[in-house]
């Protein structure tokens, strides 16, 4: 009998086991293989060997985002910011607050975008300093530290004189800095600076200008209107009152291609043989980054969201009117513009270099050279 008793014990101690491992299914089994089939549901229709990962979902954005131009107000840059900022709030639903943080060649600003909490919600129109700064030694920062979301825009360089001035043509002007090198005064915000980079430019092809740093492109342009030096090489938009109220004489852009408003005013590469390969850079480029560690995800939203405020009929409208180069149609990928940076660190970085105006070494930070 206690025989009997114990065989009915074990049957239903094995059947009961039997019970709990085909509710569990691999669950209970953490990941083994007593049951090869999985459930139906966990397929969605296909196999589990081949099914891919959703893409990563964010609800951002939720609130404000701050652009951060790393300029003063009324500048190219905060100018073409804050028409950025307008179209893309009617992308993302959300407000953008810009915020100008000016100083150290707007290096200032750069490294507050670096420094905030990289959840997409700070943002930084960046200029041409960001490729320079480490040869020149003002920060250590470079692309590398961010990641794109589109290059936005160029404003094209140009040569100006005053109205009054003896120089009514480019040839005029470029045979007097020829015949007289290190005479010719122009005016320049200081060395790095996209105005000090046309002058290297010039520089190579034979025309040394003397150079005279004021602090602010629109100090340079009343130097030239009050005759204390002969011209200078400034941002188009900047001379755009000087050119319509008639003070100001444009002589050149310095560019491969002439500007459409002005088919008769000669591009610099025209002046410059074998230039066109310098000269077709943007020298003045503005580009909309993040931090490098901002989440993936969130930097597609806003990729997205750029590339449509860029189509958007006002915004282009405001650039075709101030002449200004669409570098998002340029550049229109995240690796065009990462290309474009490794090329125009490496131009501008050794041109400072060999002109003994950087500090630092390209070489110190592996920039090859062109």
């Known amino acids: 009998m206690k025989r009997v008793l114990s065989s009915v014990l074990a049957l239903a101690m094995m059947l009961s086991l039997a019970a709990c491992g085909g509710n569990g299914g691999n669950g209970g089994n953490n990941g083994g293989t007593s049951n090869p089939t999985p459930p139906a549901a966990s397929n969605n229709g296909g196999s589990s060997a081949t099914q891919q990962p959703e893409a990563p979902k964010t609800d951002y954005p939720t609130g404000p985002i701050t652009m951060i131009i790393p300029y ?42 670096l420094d905030a909490k990289p959840d997409g919600y700070t943002i930084v129109l960046a200029a041409e300093s960001l490729g320079s700064c480490r040869v020149m030694g003002i920060s250590e920062m470079s692309y590398d530290d961010f990641s794109p979301i589109s290059a936005i825009s160029s404003d094209p360089k140009v040569l100006v004189v005053a109205s009054h001035s003896k120089y009514d043509t480019l040839q005029t002007l470029l045979d007097e800095i020829k015949a007289n090198p290190g005479k010719v005064q122009m005016s320049y915000t200081g060395p790095g600076g996209s105005g000090h980079i046309q002058a290297l430019i010039m520089n190579r092809y ?165």
């Not at 030239?224 to 002969?230: I, M, S």
């Not at 940076?341 to 950087?358: I, K, P």
């Open 72 to 113: 003063g107000a009324g500048g190219t840059s905060d100018l073409a910011g804050r028409q950025l900022a307008i179209a893309l709030e009617k992308q993302l639903g959300q407000s953008i607050i810009v915020s100008n943080q000016a100083g150290a060649s707007g290096t200032v600003g750069i490294q507050a975008c």
């Open 206 to 370: 034979g025309y040394e200008p003397a150079l005279t740093a004021y602090s602010s492109g629109a100090e340079g342009i009343t130097a030239v209107l009050g005759d204390q030096v002969a011209f200078t090489n400034s941002n188009y938009s900047t001379v755009v009152p000087y050119l319509e109220s008639g003070d100001l004489r444009l002589l050149a852009v310095c560019a491969t291609e002439r500007m459409d408003k002005y088919p008769d005013v000669p591009a610099l590469s025209e002046f410059m043989e074998g230039s066109d390969d310098l000269l077709s850079l943007p020298y003045s480029p503005l580009t909309l980054l993040v931090n490098k560690d901002v989440p993936a995800e969130v930097q597609e939203v806003l990729r997205n969201a750029t590339k449509a405020a860029c189509a958007d009929p006002d915004f282009n409208a405001w650039l075709d009117a101030n002449c200004i180069d669409k570098l998002f149609e340029r550049y229109p990928t995240v690796e065009d513009t990462k290309a474009f940076f490794t090329e125009w660190e490496s131009v501008v970085s050794w041109m400072l270099y060999d002109a003994g105006a950087a500090v630092n070494s390209p070489e110190d930070y592996n920039i090859a050279k062109p």
